[in-house]
């Protein structure tokens, strides 16, 4: 099930950016879907076993909530540490304190681990450098507001924390 649903994923992928529909003549690259076929079956029975483990709760309605909140938020994160970063680079004084803090969480699955660096990394002026397997994290910091961990915590993972434990554990 696992190189179906792995072959399947690849194989919208392909799809969507390659895109071999020609809506101008009407027509299909059927060489070029060809090759996303022999891709995404390679895709499938090469990495199959690292794919990730079955979950069992994949389209839990729940969850997929949880998910599109999750999506508005954190652009709104993403928008106000890019105004963040953009104070601190257009006042004079450039106003940075960089650091990397070690920070908790209490996420215990991989993937949710993988999620919330991911988050951290993809908004400005974070940046994800290390996960420990205690559950720990190290993150580059362009402003360290707090040096302890409970207060890096507090600022940096819980916002993103608590959306993400309800998807991902």
Known sequence: M???TLFLASFVLWW???WPFDFEARTMDWQAVAAGVVVSVAA??????????PRGRFFDPRRLF????YVPYFFWA???ANLDVLYRI???GLPIRPGIVKVRTILKSEAGRTALANSITL??????VDITDDGYLYVHWIWVGATDIEGATKKIVAPFERILARIFD
């Open 2 to 4: 696992r190189r179906i």
């Open 16 to 18: 969507l950016l390659f």
């Open 44 to 53: 499938s029975l090469l990495f199959a076993e690292v794919y990730g483990k």
């Open 66 to 69: 949880w998910v599109l909140v």
């Open 78 to 80: 993403m928008l106000k």
């Open 90 to 92: 257009v006042h004079p």
């Open 123 to 128: 908004t400005p002026g974070t940046m994800s």
